[in-house]
């Protein structure tokens, strides 16, 4: 049953909810304090490659029918979020996965406008109350909130919203500060002394009935690595392709461009926008990310790792549209990482990659259980 406004914030208060929750030790002293949220000042826009409507680093569940960006009296800076609910059945939710580490305090803070407007975090490992305000009185409002991640705590869940037959109401410069996780690993290859090659496909524009023959025939496992406007224009194809033991479908950005000419904040947009969607597809949460033209700095460490990814793979060897490519001495060696493209001599690609594994007495194996 749905309570009124009136009842809700009077459950909070009365049960002690309305005051900042906290628990747990402060960061140390020792770490540094970063504002992990994702485009938390409404600043980056869209890609024409991300999904339609979207708002880069958030989700909105009514999408863009109830929530815009506005460049009308922000709080600061260029821009701001405006959430006007659709229906009386709509709070007008918005938000984002964070990355954190377990067993630290951070602090969670946004400005606001509007009426009964909520600030929270869920997936903490600790109960923790949201931060709340009856009216803003028509301007801004800071709303904050402090909460300890549990021991298993890899990421929360952020959310801004109002309530119910209230009105629009207005979010901007988002923070959730605190420790950043430990920046990803940079990789070309997998050490390891099983005699294993890894079989990575990147990009998904050109997907092929004689490619999915050859992997479903071979018994391939594949590292996918689509973008998501691809593999949500066909995404039973993906799972198709990575229905063998040891396949899985990762990160490879939302608009394919040189994420090392970008700054972090825009290259963890591009690297959890990219995360968000492949999860919602998949029912998996990338862990790998393979950066377009192989091109990362340690800011794509960062970002990747501020996304929940722990590897930033490249390759050392290439046999796309042709290719026999090894990037090193010798033949194919255990722990290669082979690229190769979703595209129309995929097929034939993965037969020649196959062939110098089987030369080299390799076998193809899954990645992600090897890396991580």
């Known amino acids: 049953m749905r309570f009124s406004a009136l009842a809700a914030g009077a459950l909070l208060a009365v ?3 309305a005051a900042p929750a906290s628990a ?48 009308t009296a922000p709080h ?30 951070y602090t969670a803070s946004a400005w606001v406008r509007g009426t009964y407007v909520y600030l929270g ?52 410069d988002v923070r959730v500060d605190g420790p950043a996780p430990t920046p990803a690993t940079g990789a070309g290859s997998v050490p390891t002394g099983d005699r294993v090659v890894f079989l990575t496909v990147d990009d998904g524009w050109q997907r092929t009935p004689e490619a999915e023959r050859f992997i479903a025939d071979h018994r391939l496992p594949i590292t996918a ?17 990575t229905a063998v033991p040891g396949s899985s479908v990762q990160d490879h950005s939302v608009s394919h461009q040189d994420l090392s000419r970008l700054p972090l904040a825009e290259q963890q947009v591009e690297i959890c926008d990219a ?66 493209h979703w595209t129309d001599t995929l097929a034939a690609d993965l037969q020649r990659a196959l062939s110098a594994a089987e030369a080299a007495g390799l076998q193809p194996a899954g990645l992600a259980s090897y890396l991580h």
Do not use: K
């Not at 540094?32 to 909105?60: K, M, Q, Y």
């Open 275 to 340: 995360r968000d969607s492949l999860t919602r597809l998949f029912g998996a949460a990338p862990t790998v990310f393979r950066p377009p033209y192989f091109a990362w700095n340690a800011d794509t460490l960062q970002a990747a790792a501020n996304c929940g990814i722990r590897t930033v793979l490249t390759a050392n060897a290439d046999f796309s549209w042709g290719a026999s490519n090894v990037w090193h001495e010798g033949t194919l060696s255990p722990g290669d990482v082979v690229l190769l």
């Open 24 to 71: 747990g030790p402060a960061p140390t002293a020792t770490a540094s304090v970063v504002n992990l949220a994702t485009n938390p000042g409404f600043e980056i826009p869209a890609s024409s490659l991300a999904d339609w409507g979207s708002i880069p680093g958030w989700r909105c569940t009514g999408g863009p029918t109830e929530a815009t960006v506005t460049a």
């Open 225 to 241: 690595f689509p973008l998501p406007m691809p593999a949500a224009a066909d995404p039973g194809f993906f799972r198709r392709v």
């Open 76 to 105: 600061s800076g260029g821009s701001a979020l405006v959430v006007t609910p659709a229906s009386d059945d709509s709070n007008g939710e918005c938000a984002q996965t964070v990355s954190v580490r377990p067993d630290t305090t």
């Open 121 to 172: 975090a869920t997936g903490t490992g600790r109960d923790v109350a949201p931060a709340w305000t009856a009216s803003t009185d028509g301007g801004w409002q800071q709303l904050t909130t402090r909460f300890t991640t549990g021991p298993d705590a890899r990421t929360v869940r952020l959310y801004v919203h109002g309530w119910y037959q209230q009105g629009p109401f207005a979010v901007d």
């Open 15 to 17: 049960c002690g909810l």
